[in-house]
C-alpha cells in the first residue's frame, strides 16, 4: 500500500488488537470479524484459505453458512479500515493481508529480533541489547488478548515463544554487560508468569547473588527445586544446578565476560549441519508398488506453496507401509536441503507404549541442534519453538506408525516448505488437509517378484508353480512374504514346496510365518489391542463367518445387533484396517486376518454361533428370496420357530436372485461347518430353499451335496414326511446329474416312507393330492390339446405296473376318485399321439409302449421317442449316456422300412441297424436302470416333494419333473 494513508495506517496484534489510521481508532465489528483479522495479520503477506478463517472464528461446530459470514466480514473489514480493499485482498482460495513497513508491530517485532541476532553474531552487544529491549517494549500484553480460539492461539504460542527467547537472551546480555540489580525487577515479574523457565529463573540468581542477595538467590533455586517435584518429578536441570553450587562456593566471578557469540534461539539456531537426515536406510530389494510410489511422488509434487504438505499412507499391519514411505522419502531428499528427519511414533511397537508428542519433540529438536538447557518443558512451548526453528525452511518429516492424530498434530509444522510423510494402521481421519494412500495387498506377479528377489532368482526359478502358491499363502503380504523367503534362506534344504505344504493347514499357518523378532501374529495382535472392547468382540464374532465377503445384514445376525450397527462395527474394522472392501456394501476378511480371528479365544469363538445365529438367518432370507422368485410352489408347515432377523431387500426378482449368486455359497459353507450343530428342521428348510435356487442355475453337483445335508438332518430329526422330501429332492439331483443307480436309491427309500405314510398330512399325502387335482395333467403333455379323457382303471394299471406303487395310490379314496379323471386323460392323449405316446412310452419303455396299444415293433419305436422325452428333463452329460444307450438298442423314431440306416445324432455311424445279440440285455439293463428310475421319479417325487405337479409342455415338465418341485421357472 502506498501514499499518505499508508502512513497514517497501523494495526497492533502484540496485546490487544489495536487498528489506527492516524489519530483515529479503527472499530472492526463483532467477534467474527476481529478474529477473521487477527488470523489474517498473524500470516500477514501469506494467503489464508477460507476453510482456515472459518477454524478461526468458530471454536466449536461452524455454522452451515460459515464460509457465507466469513466473506460477509471481510467485506465488513474492508468497509471500516481505510483503502480496505488494497489491505484485504482476495486470493484463491483465500485472502492476504497486504501492509507496508512499519503498518504492523508484529512485522517490527520480527525485523528487530534479526537485528539482534545479526549484532550478536558481529559481536555488537551493545547494539543487540538495544534491539532486543525495543521489540520487547512493543509487547502490551499477551498476544492478540482475548481474541483466539484454537487457530488464534496456535499461532499466538509460537510469539510467544519468540518473545521469551528474546527476553532471556536479553537479560542474559545484560548481565554480560555487568547489570544485576536493576534486572531483578523484570526478571521476577517474567519469572511470576513463567515459573518452570529455569534460564529465567538463572538469570534471576544470578542478578540477586550479585547484587549482594546470595541468600535470596538460593531461595529461589529451593523455591524452583520444590516446583519442579512437585509439578513434574524431576530435579532441576544441570546448568541451573551448577549456578546453585557455585553460589554456595562463592567462586562465581562478579562479572564473567560474555559466552561467545551465537544466534538467537528463536527463530531457532541453526542447525550445526543444516542437511540433518535420520531417515532409515533403504531397502535394496525394494519390490513392487510401483504405482503408489509414482502417486506419492505426484502428490508431493503438487504443493501449492500455501502451507505444510502432508501425505499419509495407510494399511493393515505388515503392508510396508514404512518401506514405501522410506524409499519416497530418499527419492525426495535433495529438494528438501535443510534436513530430512524421522520420527518412529511407536503406535503398533511390540512391548512399547505410543511414543508422547512431547518426548517425539525433544528428538526434533536434538536433531536441530537443540542443547538440553534451552529445551522448553511444556508440550505447548516444544511445538512453539520446533514450529519456530522450520519456519521458511524446506525440511521432509517422516513420522512412522503413528497411532492417532493426537500424536500428529504438535509435531506440523507450519512452513509451506516442508513435507510431512505420515505412516499409520489406521486412516486418522481427524486430520486435515491430508493427501491419503491406501496399501492393500501386493498384485500376484509384484509377490513371485518380491519373493525371487529375496529367495534367490535361481531358487525361485527352480519351483515357479510353488512359488506362486507360496505368494498365494501368504496372502501376498509383504510382511508375511518376507518372513517365508527368511524361513527358506535359513532352511538351505528345504523346497520351497515343502514351506507351501507346511503353510496349507490353516490352524498352523500363522505360527509358521515366524521368525526372529518377527511375526505376522505378534503384528495383528497389536492392531487387535488397538480396538476398543466392542471392536474385538465383533471382529472375533465377524471372524467365524464361514465366507469370503460379509454383507451388513449376516453381519447383524453374526453379532446379534442392528443393520446399522453392524454397518458402523464393519466400518470401524476398515478404519482400522482390519477387514478389507471391494464393493460398497460388501468386506471381507485377509486371509490371514481371518485365521487371526479365529485363533482368539472369547464368546462365540468355540463353535455354534453360526448354528445359533448365522442359519437362522440365512433360513429367513432364503425364504423370502424364494417367495418372490418361486410365488406358486407350496407351502409347508412347519413347528419350529425362526429366529427373527433384520433382512435385506428382496423386493423383485432381481434382487432376490442376485443375492441368491452372492450369498450360496456362503450358505453352503455354514452348512457344511456347523449345519450338524444346528436345529434339524432348519437344516431341511434351508436345503429345500437352496434346491430350488441351484435348480435354477443349474448346478445339480451342488444339488446332490445339499441334498445330502438335508438328508442327514431329517434322519437325526426323526421326521418321516421331511426325510420323505429330502430324499426326493437328492433323487431329482441324482438324476439331473446322471447318477442313476444313486437316484433309484433314493427314491426308493421315499417310495417306501410314502407307501408306510399313505395319505397322512405331510408331504407325502399333500404331494399325492397335489399330482392329481393341480391343472388336470399329468407327466408330459405329449398329445394335442382337447384329448378325451381315458378311465380310471387303465390309468391306475398303468401307474401300478410303470412304478410298483399301485396298492398304495389305489388304497387312497382321495387319490383314487380323482385318478380316473387323470387315467380318461392319459388314455386319451395316448389314442390322439398313436404310438407317438411320449408319456407312457417315456415311462415304460418298449413294455410300457406295447402296453399302451402298439405291437412290439411300435413298442420299440415308442421307447425310443418315449426315452428321448425322458432326456430332456436329464443334464447334458446325463443325456448324452441315456440318448447313446437308447439309439444302440432301439430304433429311432420313424426308422422303419428304407429309413433303418440313417443315424441318431451322436450314435456309431454304422450302414444297417445294430445287431441285437449278446449286449442287448446289457443295453437295456442300462436303459432299464433310467427309466424305472424316471417312473418312479415321476409319481414319488410328487408324492413327497410337495411341489407343483403341473408339467404341461415340454419346457414345464423338463423344469418341474427334474426339480421335483416347484413352478417352471422362477417368476419374471
Known amino acids: 500500500m502506498t501514499g499518505g494513508e499508508s502512513d497514517r495506517l497501523r494495526f497492533h496484534v502484540l496485546g490487544v488488537l489495536e487498528g489506527w489510521a492516524g489519530q483515529t481508532r479503527l472499530r472492526f465489528g463483532g467477534p467474527i470479524q476481529e478474529r477473521v483479522l487477527v488470523t489474517l495479520l498473524l500470516e500477514s503477506g501469506r494467503i489464508v484459505p477460507v476453510s482456515r478463517l472459518v477454524e478461526a472464528a468458530w471454536d466449536g461446530e461452524p ?39 512499519g503498518q504492523l508491530d508484529l512485522d517490527e517485532f520480527a525485523g528487530l529480533l534479526r537485528a539482534a541476532r545479526a549484532a550478536v553474531g558481529e559481536g555488537r552487544t551493545a547494539e543487540a541489547v538495544t534491539d532486543l529491549r525495543q521489540a520487547l517494549a512493543l509487547w502490551r500484553g499477551p498476544a492478540p488478548s482475548g481474541r483466539g480460539g484454537r487457530v488464534v492461539e496456535a499461532a499466538v504460542t509460537v510469539w510467544e515463544e519468540r518473545r521469551l527467547a528474546a527476553a532471556e537472551q536479553y537479560f542474559e546480555l545484560c548481565l554480560a554487560q555487568g547489570e ?31 547484587s549482594g542477595r546470595g541468600a535470596e538467590a538460593l531461595e ?10 512437585e509439578e513434574l518429578g524431576i530435579d532441576p536441570g544441570a546448568q541451573l544446578t551448577r549456578l546453585h553450587e557455585g553460589i554456595l562456593r562463592e567462586d562465581l566471578e562478579p562479572a564473567p565476560r560474555p559466552p561467545a557469540p551465537r544466534p538467537a534461539p528463536v527463530p531457532g539456531p541453526v542447525p550445526a549441519d543444516r542437511g540433518v537426515c535420520t531417515l532409515p536406510y533403504d531397502l535394496t530389494d525394494f519390490t513392487g508398488r510401483d504405482h503408489k510410489l509414482r502417486l506419492l511422488l505426484d502428490k508431493a509434487d503438487e504443493s501449492d506453496g500455501e502451507g505444510t504438505r502432508i501425505i499419509a499412507v495407510d494399511g493393515m499391519g505388515g503392508s510396508g507401509k514404512t518401506t514405501l514411505a522410506v524409499r519416497a522419502a530418499h527419492r525426495l531428499a535433495d529438494r528438501y536441503p535443510d534436513g530430512q528427519l524421522f520420527v518412529d511414533l511407536r503406535g503398533f511397537t511390540p512391548g512399547e507404549r505410543p511414543l508422547r508428542p512431547e518426548v517425539a519433540l525433544e528428538g526434533l529438536l536434538r536433531a536441530l541442534g537443540v542443547p538440553d538447557e534451552r529445551l522448553p518443558e511444556g508440550t505447548e512451548e516444544r511445538t512453539a519453538l520446533w514450529r519456530g526453528m522450520v519456519a521458511r525452511k524446506r525440511v521432509l518429516i517422516l513420522l512412522d506408525n503413528a497411532a492417532d492424530p493426537g500424536q500428529v498434530v504438535p509435531l506440523l509444522p507450519a512452513s509451506s516448505g516442508c513435507l510431512v510423510l505420515i505412516t499409520s494402521r489406521g486412516r486418522l481421519v481427524d486430520l486435515d488437509g491430508v493427501d491419503w494412500i491406501g496399501l492393500g495387498m501386493l498384485a500376484p506377479e509384484e509377490s513371485v517378484t518380491l519373493l525371487a528377489e529375496t529367495l534367490g532368482a535361481e531358487r525361485a526359478a527352480a519351483e515357479p508353480g510353488a512359488v506362486a502358491e507360496l505368494a498365494e499363502l501368504c496372502g501376498r503380504l509383504p510382511l508375511a512374504l518376507r518372513i517365508a523367503a527368511a524361513r527358506l534362506r535359513n532352511r538351505p534344504r528345504w523346497t520351497v514346496a515343502h514351506l507351501v505344504e507346511r503353510l496349507s493347514h490353516e490352524t498352523r499357518r500363522l505360527d509358521e510365518l515366524s521368525t526372529g523378532r518377527r511375526s505376522v501374529t505378534a503384528t495383528l495382535e497389536l492392531s487387535y489391542q488397538a480396538l476398543s472392547a466392542a471392536g474385538r468382540a465383533g471382529f472375533r464374532l465377524l471372524g467365524q463367518h464361514p465366507g469370503t465377503e460379509i454383507d451388513v445384514w449376516s453381519a447383524a445376525a453374526l453379532t446379534g445387533t442392528s443393520a446399522r450397527e453392524a454397518e458402523d462395527l464393519l466400518e470401524y474394522l476398515l478404519d482400522a484396517h482390519m477387514v478389507q472392501q471391494h464393493a460398497l456394501g460388501l468386506y471381507s476378511f485377509h486371509d490371514l486376518v481371518r485365521s487371526f480371528a ?13 448354528a445359533e445365529r448365522l442359519l437362522p438367518y440365512y433360513l429367513r432370507a432364503t425364504e423370502a428370496a424364494c417367495e418372490v422368485l418361486f410365488p406358486d410352489r407350496m407351502r409347508l408347515e412347519w413347528g419350529a420357530e425362526v429366529r427373527p432377523a433384520a433382512l435385506p431387500p428382496l423386493r423383485t426378482v432381481a434382487e432376490a436372485m442376485e443375492w441368491f449368486d452372492r450369498e450360496y455359497r456362503m450358505v453352503q459353507a455354514a452348512l457344511d461347518r456347523e449345519g450338524d450343530l444346528a436345529d434339524p428342521a432348519c437344516v431341511v428348510r434351508l436345503s429345500r430353499n437352496l434346491a430350488f435356487y441351484l435348480y435354477t442355475r443349474s448346478k445339480p453337483d451342488e444339488q446332490v451335496a445339499q441334498g445330502r445335508t438335508a438328508v442327514r438332518a431329517a434322519r437325526r430329526l426323526g421326521d418321516r414326511n421331511l426325510l420323505c422330501l429330502s430324499l426326493n429332492n437328492l433323487g431329482v439331483a441324482q438324476w439331473r446329474a446322471g447318477r442313476f443307480r444313486d437316484g433309484i436309491d433314493s427314491v426308493s427309500e421315499a417310495r417306501e416312507i410314502a407307501r408306510a405314510l399313505g395319505d397322512e398330512v405331510g408331504p407325502a399325502g399333500r404331494g399325492v393330492r397335489l399330482l392329481l387335482h393341480r391343472r388336470q395333467r399329468v407327466l408330459v403333455d405329449a398329445g ?31 387319490c383314487g376318485q380323482r385318478a380316473d379323471v387323470h387315467g380318461d386323460r392319459f388314455r386319451a392323449r395316448r389314442d390322439a399321439a398313436g404310438a407317438d405316446d411320449a408319456g407312457g412310452a417315456a415311462l415304460g419303455g418298449p413294455q410300457g409302449a406295447t402296453a399302451a396299444g402298439g405291437g412290439r415293433g411300435a413298442g420299440r419305436g415308442a421307447g425310443g421317442r418315449g426315452a428321448r422325452a425322458t432326456t430332456r428333463v436329464l443334464m447334458p452329460g446325463a443325456r448324452a449316456r441315456l440318448l447313446r444307450c437308447v439309439s444302440r438298442f432301439v430304433p429311432v423314431p420313424g426308422d422303419s422300412g428304407g429309413n433303418r440306416g440313417q443315424q441318431y445324432p451322436g450314435r456309431r455311424k454304422r450302414s444297417t441297424r445294430p445287431r441285437l445279440g449278446a449286449g442287448r440285455d446289457k443295453g437295456w439293463g442300462m436303459l432299464s436302470n433310467a427309466i424305472k428310475l424316471a417312473g418312479v421319479l415321476v409319481m414319488t417325487f410328487v408324492l413327497a416333494l410337495g411341489g407343483s405337479a403341473a408339467l404341461s409342455g415340454s419346457g414345464k415338465a423338463e423344469h418341474s419333473m427334474a426339480q421335483g418341485e416347484g413352478p417352471a421357472s ?3
Open 180 to 210: 544485576a540489580a536493576e534486572l531483578v525487577g523484570d526478571l521476577r515479574d517474567l519469572v511470576g508468569r513463567h515459573p518452570l523457565r529455569e534460564t529465567l529463573r538463572g538469570h534471576l540468581m544470578l542478578a540477586l547473588h550479585r
Open 220 to 229: 529461589e533455586y529451593a523455591a524452583v527445586r520444590r516446583l519442579l517435584g
Open 970 to 972: 422362477p417368476r419374471a
Open 598 to 610: 479365529r485363533s482368539l479365544p472369547g464368546e462365540g469363538t468355540g463353535g455354534g454361533v453360526l
Open 63 to 101: 455454522p452451515s453458512s460459515a464460509e457465507h459470514q466469513v466473506r460477509k466480514a471481510v467485506s465488513e473489514l474492508r468497509r471500516r479500515i481505510p483503502g480496505g480493499a488494497a489491505v484485504v485482498v482476495t486470493a484463491d482460495p483465500g485472502y492476504r493481508v497486504e501492509l507496508g513497513e
Open 784 to 814: 394335442p390339446d382337447g384329448a378325451e379323457r381315458g378311465t380310471r382303471a387303465g390309468h391306475q394299471r398303468r401307474l401300478a405296473g410303470l412304478t410298483g406303487i399301485g396298492p398304495a395310490v389305489g388304497g387312497d379314496r382321495g
